[in-house]
């Protein structure tokens, strides 16, 4: 009897994103926020988390997608990962309009966009001043997270660098209803109702909490790439 030959398994490849629009930022930096307003835009943000004392109006965000910007960043385009990776792409593509996602650990965002059609994504990046987003964590109790605040902001200048159809804001802006907030949406092809911004949800402010000399440098640096994105 012949030794037959045992079955090649198929390659899993990564789905092709068809219309990528995500909300990107560092926990506690107005990431929840950005989604109201595309939401008010037409947006679509699928959910496993509701609203409590922290985010009144919900957060906006999956929870496989959340455990998976974790994997990625730890082991990149596993089997394991490229499956879950393609759950969620299926989801974003087959939304009757248009369906968006947040992205908090930020590096992860490169992974989306290496399986973007034609390279073609939208970005808002959201970032907030570093002690105000150090102290609304340990409100909540939070003293670690896998990225510090440097490194998940560090990722985001690359990817805002590398992502043509991009912005950043910041969330002072944001809750300050700054007049540039609506020009630089628009930019991404969203006319946003900034009356969904509710100033008194805000959690933390003008905290006194010590920063290094390199988060102040890059907070600058932020600031910096904002005012471009409102021109």
Known sequence: MENQAAPVKEEIRPKVLKNGIFVVGHPRSGTSLAC?????????FPSDFGADEYNKSGYFELQTGKELEKKL????????????????????????????????HVPALFFFRHIA??????????????????????????????LSWFENNNALVAAHENIPKSIVISYEALLGGHPGIGNAFK?????????????????QKNSRIVLGA??????????????????
């Open 36 to 44: 109201q307003l595309l939401k008010s835009a037409g947006v679509d």
């Open 73 to 104: 960043i730890d082991k990149a385009m596993t089997e394991e990962n490229v499956i879950e990776l393609n759950k969620i792409v299926e989801r974003l593509n087959k939304g009757s309009g248009l369906t968006g996602l947040k992205i908090v």
């Open 117 to 146: 059609k034609d390279k073609k994504m939208r970005v808002v990046f959201i970032f907030r001043n570093p002690a105000d987003v150090k102290s609304s964590m340990y409100k909540r109790g939070i003293s670690q997270f896998k």
């Open 187 to 203: 930019k991404l092809g969203f006319t946003v109702d900034t009356a969904v911004i509710r100033k008194e949800e805000q959690t």
């Open 214 to 231: 390199d988060e102040m440098k890059l907070y600058k640096l932020l600031r910096k790439l904002e005012k471009k994105s409102y021109r």
